[in-house]
């Protein structure tokens, strides 16, 4: 049987303020009508965070908007949720976590087969000065490929 991967929901704005050192994937634990409302793609990954409590990883600020028909079965919207991983990987990430300066990001949220899975990222944030960097680094190449085509065209 053939798996598919139907991406709901990305966080490009992680991928700008920080830097992604490794990444995992995590099920998630969703309640009611949320699975409907994460099918229709109402979700909203950009502030939220991974963090570790009890032994235990969960998802905080993850905005999964109610479901329209879901009447007294929604749940808040900005509950946190718990991650579901190996307990080996999950020992790992709070070991890290722990650290200074690593933080759990969610880059994306997508469904494999028929459950919700997120992509997991363990980072470090982005000094402001890394940032203008990465922004004047690709200026640069967009203007090089510029000039590239306009010289094969010329030609």
């Known amino acids: 049987m053939a798996r598919y991967y139907k991406v709901v929901s990305e966080n490009r704005k992680a991928r700008h303020d ?15 009508t949320e699975v409907k409302s994460v099918r ?9 965070f991974g963090r570790a409590e009890a032994g235990e990883l969960w998802l905080y600020n993850m905005h ?3 479901y329209e ?12 949720r718990k991650l579901l991983l190996k307990g080996s990987e999950i020992k ?11 933080v759990l990001v969610p880059l994306k949220i997508y469904f494999d087969g028929d459950y919700a899975k997120v992509e997991l990222a363990l980072a470090k944030a982005k000094k402001l000065y890394e940032k203008r960097e ?7 190449k967009r203007e090089i490929d510029r000039t590239l085509k306009d010289l094969k065209h010329k030609s």
């Not at 990465?134 to 640069?140: D, G, N």
């Open 18 to 32: 920080y830097n992604i050192i490794e990444v995992y994937k995590a099920g998630i634990e969703l309640k009611g």
């Open 64 to 66: 999964i908007s109610p």
């Open 40 to 48: 229709l793609g109402k979700v909203n990954l950009r502030d939220s």
């Open 134 to 140: 990465v922004l004047r680094e690709r200026a640069a």
């Open 92 to 102: 790992k990430l709070i070991g890290k976590v722990n650290q200074r300066g690593f």
């Open 69 to 80: 028909k879901g009447n007294i079965y929604n749940v808040n919207p900005k509950r946190k």
